[in-house]
């Protein structure tokens, strides 16, 4: 074993880091349907203030610091999704305000020490772009930590979670890539992004457009080269991934001209439409497409692909057409609400198929494993 590799290889320990991501998204989710003003007023408020770093942190950073982790085999990376995961948890049930920013701070510096051990295995763009998210998400959490408001932190938590798929994406794409141009452009996009996403931190107005323009470029980029264009031929888990995939890039496609036009206002429904195009059409989607590889190689338990995941991923698309196109574009609350709630029902569905898909295969090999000896067995020899 390697010096500095983790010893544990039972999956119980990475559930240990699972289970704050997970009640991240469970109080998420229910802060989520407080801002849609779904439980009445007099009901105490805790953590709908905190509701989008509770999301983007608590559970997203909190999965992908794991994922992490994991592939480093460094018994210090777990320290990140500790520190996420606690600190989501933190600032969720109201302990200390400050002390769950400051536990949040902890996980992605440890995140971006992870990327500099990932770096030195591998000089690719694709990591290169992922650790520029990673600055980006650090910084989020320094401003909002100096007192800076939500608003001017979302760019940079957007930023976050864009250029971490897009790296991924990247790499998976590179034995499509014919030339070296590709990787150019997503290094100078990455970047650029980057930079667009401070811009809102100094002058909201003027930068708000700025990193809509950003925006638009990295799904230009990720339509053109993405192999999703191509596997949704395909059949099986291979056509659901990229339908989620191609789902999500159509989200954000619409995502980035809200940002350039009414969402710089900061407020309103235009700007409801910006952040939620974003973190609920791409973000959702590209994890939705993931899960079925991801999960498995984190926590170490059989996924096997159903039809039945297309249901939830469907009706997240659905709860997110009826929430923009008809209460954000035509300002009618009912449609918010109705798409809002559609959105929850999207995720809890997702998560109960992932759970049914899982202990359906866990009670299959059981059975597999019990049926195979006795088939094995050698009949007695006839005298």
């Known amino acids: 074993m390697n010096q500095g590799a983790t010893t544990t290889r039972n999956p119980f320990w990475r559930i240990l880091f699972f289970a704050p991501a997970a009640i991240a998204l469970i109080l998420g989710l229910v802060a989520g349907l407080r801002l849609l003003k779904l439980f009445p007023e007099d009901q105490p408020d805790v953590y709908t203030g905190v509701h989008g770093p509770l999301m983007v942190f608590g559970f997203i950073g909190t999965l992908i610091a794991l994922e992490r982790a994991v592939a480093i085999r460094r018994w210090w990376g777990y320290a990140s999704p500790a520190f996420l995961g606690s600190g989501g948890i933190v600032l969720a049930i109201g302990l200390n305000h400050r002390a769950g920013q ?142 989620c995939l191609l789902s ?84 009618i609350e009912l449609a918010v609400q109705i798409g809002g709630t559609l959105n929850v029902l999207a995720v809890i569905l997702f998560a109960a198929t992932v759970i049914f898909a899982a202990i359906r295969m866990r009670r299959a090999r059981a059975s597999h494993a019990q049926i195979q000896p006795q088939s094995q067995k050698v009949p007695d020899a006839e005298t």
């Open 102 to 243: 400051l536990l949040l701070t902890l996980g992605l510096v440890v995140f971006l020490a992870v990327y500099r051990v990932i770096w030195q295995r591998q000089h690719t763009a694709a990591t290169a772009i992922q650790a520029l998210g990673a600055v980006a998400a650090l910084c989020a959490v320094l401003l909002w930590l100096g007192g800076s408001g939500v608003p001017q932190q979302l760019p940079l938590m957007v930023t976050f979670l864009v250029l971490t798929i897009a790296g991924e994406r990247l790499e998976l794409a590179r034995a499509a890539i014919k030339t070296g141009l590709a990787e150019t452009l997503a290094i100078w996009i990455a970047g650029v992004m980057l930079a667009a996403a401070i811009v809102p931190v100094l002058a909201p107005l003027a930068g708000q457009p700025v990193f809509g323009a950003a925006l638009i470029a990295q799904v230009a980029w990720l339509w053109r080269y993405d192999i999703a264009r191509n596997t949704i031929r395909g059949t099986g888990i291979t056509r659901y991934m990229a339908f």
């Open 248 to 331: 999500g890039y159509i989200w954000l496609a619409v995502s980035g001209p809200i940002w350039v036009g009414p969402a710089s206002a900061l407020s309103g429904r235009f700007y409801d439409a910006a952040i939620h195009t974003a973190f609920i059409g791409f973000v959702l989607s590209m994890i939705m497409a993931h899960a079925p590889v991801i999960l498995p190689a984190v926590l170490r338990v059989s996924l096997p692909y159903t039809p039945l995941m297309y249901g939830p991923a469907a009706l997240l698309q659905l709860g997110l057409a009826i929430r923009v196109g008809l209460g954000d574009f035509y300002d």
